[in-house]
């Protein structure tokens, strides 16, 4: 007898997540200078024109900055490792780091990284609420 599989809806956490083929992320880069933004922009924070085309970034890069985070919002378990990720093409990226103990001692600057993505919650009706951070890359 064959059983039928219940297929969960999934969405990003941020807009741009995209899940589809594979995760990764998208920007808007400015057709002018190409500077690099995830957020909305009517004007590039660069140059100042208003042009922007969405272009995938890179799901590799490194390490440039962390900072090893004690207090949150009620709820946030903390612990955690917040991170700044320059990917392979130059963008850089805010995430948290995941996958690493929170002690300076197992982080490095310039280490390897890649994305990865992981469930955050789902709702009442099935639907998963996927979110990023990025994680050692294996050698």
Known sequence: MATEQTLTARVP???YLALEPEPHLMAQQCRAC????FDRRNGCGSCGRP???PVPVAGTGHLRA???VHRAAPG???PFVSAIVETVDGATVRANLLDVPPEPAAIRLGMAVRLVTYPAGTD????ECVAFGFAPAEN
């Open 51 to 53: 042009s922007f085309e």
């Open 34 to 37: 190409g500077a690099r933004f």
């Open 13 to 15: 956490l941020v807009a």
């Open 66 to 68: 962390f900072s090893i």
């Open 124 to 127: 009442s009706e099935g639907t």
């Open 76 to 78: 946030v378990a903390v």
